[in-house]
């Protein structure tokens, strides 16, 4: 018996997908269709997939033509099913060209002509309005929203206002014209607005990526002029918290806190493991970030993680702070039955890294745990260690850019990932810090 297998998401079934499945079964007696799963296209950066795992499972199904249908769940598995199912043929679509030739040693490798003018892509972008995206930056620095706009369908970058701060003041009048020049010009932006309401006029959603002082001036204009806001975590002060609250409510609008952790899939399954007791009772949650930026939203990136693991009820925070010739900042957050800690400093001795103690058992998250794709767990004996993995490509800030889309099509004001009553409590806790 001949054996064919082809590989595919298969999102929005199309007719381009019936064509090549109908062809593929007819270069053999029996097909494997295999079905990507939704980790794997997060994984692989393919963000934005609109239908389940099994409605895409179903749609196949439904065509007649597959025999066997699989699913695709990691990087390498092709070459472990073609030898597994003792398969003849590889076909898959010609925009796949050349990519497959090293399967050429167990089967035979067809690249099937693609059929023209259609595309999951295409169909998702087709209804959906595309969004523009502009950037209010007080530094010659993008955070990484222009390279991370590019793996999100349906948004694209308008530009950049770069207002002119005098006497520690923001205004939303003419901007730094010079400064926002050299922005375009390093980030390949087209536009260099002049002032903030040119660039909320130019904008569906606006990214704040300012000093901490500045962010709600800014977020509650641009909300204020009927904008989206993902805003630089956190915000100043309590009451800038609870305003844009406010406001996201009387707007029915979208506000986001940037926090790229809150939405990679690794950390989500850290905060499962030990809200399942994997380690038992947590006792301290320790770790370490470099910083030569803000000390506070450094700080305030580690208080995320720590209540996420510890709960931000009777929690008590006190900031030491050493400044000799490097600083080197630590928060302390004390709980009854826990404590923790993180230290920040601009010196290069200081090791990133984190590590959460508990009663059974221990997590290492080595290296940036702000952006972690990986950590280790031993309980039990020293023996007994696991290792948890996800591939994530670049900050993860792609994640949060396409949940804020999915959040706008669906009206939906915060996200699933990090509540505004959960950011509103951290920047309390934080002033708790400050006050003491
Ligand atoms: N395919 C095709 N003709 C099209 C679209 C897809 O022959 N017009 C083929 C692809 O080459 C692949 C299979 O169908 O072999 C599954 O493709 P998939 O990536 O799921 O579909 P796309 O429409 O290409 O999806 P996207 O736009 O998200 O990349």
């Known amino acids: 018996m001949k054996k064919v297998i082809t590989y595919g998401t298969y999102d929005l079934f199309h007719e381009g997908h019936l064509r090549l499945l109908e062809r593929a079964r007819g270069l053999g007696d029996y097909l494997i269709v295999g079905v990507t799963s939704d980790n794997f296209d997060r994984e692989r950066g393919k963000l934005n997939v609109k239908d389940s795992l099994a409605a895409r499972i179903e749609a196949v199904r439904a065509t007649g033509f597959a025999d066997e249908i699989i699913v695709e769940e990691y990087l390498g598995q092709k070459l472990s099913d073609v030898i597994r199912f003792g398969v003849s043929v590889f076909a898959i679509g010609s925009d796949w060209k050349g990519k497959f030739d090293y399967l050429s040693k167990h089967c035979e490798v067809v690249y099937l002509e693609r059929t023209k003018g259609i595309s999951s892509t295409g169909l998702r972008e087709e209804g959906a309005k595309l969004l523009r995206l502009g950037i209010v930056s007080d530094s010659q620095d993008d955070g990484d929203v222009g390279a991370e706009t590019d793996f999100v369908s349906g948004l694209e970058i308008s530009g950049v206002y770069v207002p002119a701060i005098s006497g520690g003041l923001a205004g939303l009048g003419k901007g730094d014209m010079a400064a926002a020049g050299a922005f375009c010009a390093k980030y390949d932006l087209a536009a260099a607005f002049g002032t903030a309401d040119e660039l909320f006029a130019g904008s569906d959603v606006v990214y704040i990526h300012t000093r901490r002082r500045h962010r709600f001036f800014f977020a509650a204009a641009a909300l204020r002029h009927g904008c989206h806001v993902i805003c630089d975590f956190p915000l100043n002060k309590p009451e800038e918290a609870a305003g844009i609250c406010g406001l996201v409510k009387e707007k029915g609008l979208v506000f986001a806190d940037c926090v790229p952790l809150a939405y990679l899939r ?151 990932a990090l509540s505004h009553e959960e950011a509103q409590k951290l920047v309390y806790l934080l002033e708790q810090g400050d006050l003491l």
């Not at 949650?285 to 910083?291: D, K």
């Not at 995320?304 to 900031?319: H, K, Q, S, Y």
């Not at 080595?366 to 972690?372: E, I, R, T, V």
Request: aromatic fraction near 10%; proline fraction near 3%.
């Open 266 to 416: 690794t950390f989500q399954q850290l905060i499962w493991l030990l809200q399942g007791g994997a380690i038992g009772q947590v006792l301290s949650v320790e770790c370490a970030m470099p910083t030569h930026g803000s000390f506070r939203d450094a700080e305030a990136l580690a208080a995320f993680a720590v209540t996420r693991i510890l709960g931000t009820e009777n929690a008590g925070v006190r900031r030491l702070c050493v400044c000799t010739r490097e600083r080197y900042d630590r928060v302390v957050f004390s709980y009854p039955d826990a404590v923790a800690s993180c230290s920040a400093s601009g010196s290069k001795w200081l090791k990133p890294g984190m590590t959460v103690l508990g009663s059974d058992g221990r997590v290492n998250v080595p290296g940036a745990w702000w952006n972690m794709s990986y950590f280790k767990m031993r309980t039990g004996s020293e023996d007994d260690l696991r290792r948890y993995s996800f591939n994530i490509e670049g900050p993860g800030l792609r994640y949060l850019l396409s949940e804020v889309t999915q959040m706008i099509a669906e009206r939906r004001g915060e996200s699933i």
